[in-house]
């Protein structure tokens, strides 16, 4: 997995520290995810809000429990508050009416986390999409090694993947 950097951290944390809360998160649904995602109680841990206890692992964790934990934070994001990052998106389940709480300096944080989001997951949902139409259409053993061969070597040797996949067209 690609790494991150300090100031790309720093943009999710803008997106997710809301004044020492995360998110939409109870302190205990903070732990029971943080648990689910990294295998750690983050405010049981650390013993203070959950802003300073995700800022506090985030400085002493390994790249990769970084990246894990701000991915499943994002995806999280997306799939619950769409609302504030979508234009278009309307609740018609509060208050029974249609309400837009959009907001455009996160909806701008979003975009960015989106990019760096894209970048360290390898941008690869497209190409991982396509690769499994493709295996699933060519369902040989010998195209679905080459396809999964061409995935993996797309972040570490890219000039062999597109080689692989010219061959394999």
């Known amino acids: 997995m690609v790494g991150i950097t300090k100031q790309e951290e720093g943009t999710f944390l803008m997106l997710f520290n809301r004044n020492g809360y995360v998110l939409n998160f109870s302190t205990n649904d ?16 650390y013993r203070v809000s959950k802003g300073k206890s ?12 970084r ?24 609740d018609d389940h509060y208050w029974g009416s249609s309400v837009s709480r959009y907001n455009e ?4 944080l979003y975009q960015k986390c989106k990019t760096i989001m894209d970048r ?29 061969l061409m995935v993996s070597m797309q972040s570490t040797n890219p000039t062999n993947a597109i080689g692989m996949a010219k061959e394999l067209i």
């Open 30 to 45: 903070f732990d029971v995810f943080t648990t689910n995602s990294i295998g750690e109680a983050l405010c049981a841990k």
């Open 54 to 65: 995700l800022t506090a692992y985030l400085n002493s964790a390994s790249d990769e429990n």
């Open 67 to 90: 990246v894990k934990l701000l991915s499943d934070l994002f995806h999280h994001y997306e799939d619950t508050m769409e609302y504030e990052y979508n234009k278009d998106f309307e």
């Open 105 to 108: 300096r996160y909806a701008k």
């Open 120 to 148: 360290l997951e390898g941008g690869s949902s497209a190409v991982a999409k396509t690769a499994d139409a493709l295996k699933d259409k060519f369902s040989s053993e010998y195209m679905s090694q080459q396809i999964d």
